[in-house]
């Protein structure tokens, strides 16, 4: 079994697209996988209780089919940073608590498990603690999201820098291309790959194209010719 946390190298960097793309990839394969987002904000009220998009593609992907909760314990209304949606709640949550509801489940006979963050690697938790910390709370090896735009250079570099002081092991990367014309000079986006290749020191693991024209529901399906597995530990 193999389990990783996903992380970025900011919000909306396409660490859910990449997420459920491995896993649909790892599906496709005939593997079992669980696709889990321990806390979530900028959920939708249904006649179920509180959901999350981001949590509800991870579900789809995850096989066998765990109930809601299990792949998101925590979930809030507000689209804004965790420490302050649970703050507006009245509560509080710490890394242990998270550790309490992840760490079974990587005991799970599941043969590839990803463990989505929430924003970039930074996100504060609580007034002490980054939910990045969960990564290091389990023992997870990190896939970092690189959402290929100008300044993606600089972005993937420092959270790589911080992912290892942190004691983490980058596992490996994979780029999410979000500006088309970062890409328009097809020499020039060949060599920031080269960089990002070089400076982070770690597998890339694909790197995914523009997939506007594809329904969103779909596009980790699209991604998933664009991705490899991890080789494991």
């Not at 930074?122 to 735009?149: K, Y």
């Not at 070089?198 to 010719?225: I, K, Q």
């Amino acid at each position: 079994m193999t389990h990783y946390f996903v992380t970025g190298t900011d919000t909306d960097a396409g660490k859910t697209l990449v997420t459920a793309g491995l896993l649909a990839l790892a599906r496709s394969r005939g593997l079992s996988t669980l696709g889990l987002k321990p806390i979530a904000s900028g959920c939708r009220r249904t006649d179920a209780g509180l959901r999350n998009d981001d949590a509800l593609a991870l579900m789809a992907r995850s096989v066998p089919t765990p109930a809601y909760e299990t792949i998101n314990p925590f979930a809030f209304e507000p689209a804004i940073a965790p420490h302050l949606a649970t703050r507006q709640a009245g509560t509080n949550i710490s890394l242990a608590q998270l550790g309490e509801q992840v760490a079974p489940l990587l005991e799970e006979a599941r043969d590839l498990v990803l463990v989505e963050g929430a924003g970039g690697w930074r996100v504060p938790l609580n007034d002490s603690e980054d939910l990045s910390g969960l990564a290091t709370h389990l023992d997870l090896p990190v896939i970092l999201v690189v959402g290929l735009r100008l300044g993606c250079l600089n972005h993937a570099r420092l959270t790589a820098e911080a992912i290892r002081a942190d004691g983490a092991k980058l596992a490996g990367w994979v780029g999410n291309l979000l500006a088309a014309d970062f890409a328009h000079d097809a020499s020039l986006y060949a060599d920031n790959l080269a960089t990002l290749q070089h400076t982070l020191d770690a597998p890339c693991l694909g790197v995914v194209p523009r997939l506007s024209r594809v329904a969103p529901a779909r596009r980790p399906e699209a991604a998933v010719a664009h991705l490899e597995l991890p080789k494991g530990d």
